[in-house]
């Protein structure tokens, strides 16, 4: 009879404990990695970066903001703020930049301490933009940490030629 009310007890806590898992869990602290363009023929000026995220809660369950830096010369320069929605069907966490000239979707997924994203353009039927792949920072290193990209990811602006 104990262990059938235990039993009982158990399955009555399974919806409470659900309940206090969240997506904004998984997604929040600061990632690091790159953010690599995919498409230059339709955008030129399209560099590769190297960033650092700093994703926090919100007061919604489902949503999150995310500060996007882009290391330059072992730097962190801000590019912008957003706030991101958790989409339950996808399981992926979603924010549009629009303005009077672009009109661009990023898309994150988180895996454990990686996060794989998108940037696509929604004005040109949804085309790829950029490509991030970052893996979750343990702890905060300084911004002076050294930060190295190889040739390939470097902005064209900090490559000299030999």
Known sequence: MRSLLT?????LAIPAVAADLSPVDDIVGQWRGTSKCVDLTNYPNCKDELVVYDVAR???PSQVTMKADKVVDEKRLFMGEFTFTFEAGTGTWASDLQNERVH???RFKVSGDEMSGTLT?????DRL???VSVRRTRGYPSTSAKLTLTRREQPASSIVTP
């Open 121 to 125: 353009d929604l004005r040109a039927a």
């Open 7 to 11: 039993l009982v007890l158990t399955l």
């Open 104 to 106: 661009m979707r990023w």
């Open 58 to 60: 919100t007061s919604s």
């Open 129 to 131: 933009v950029r490509r």
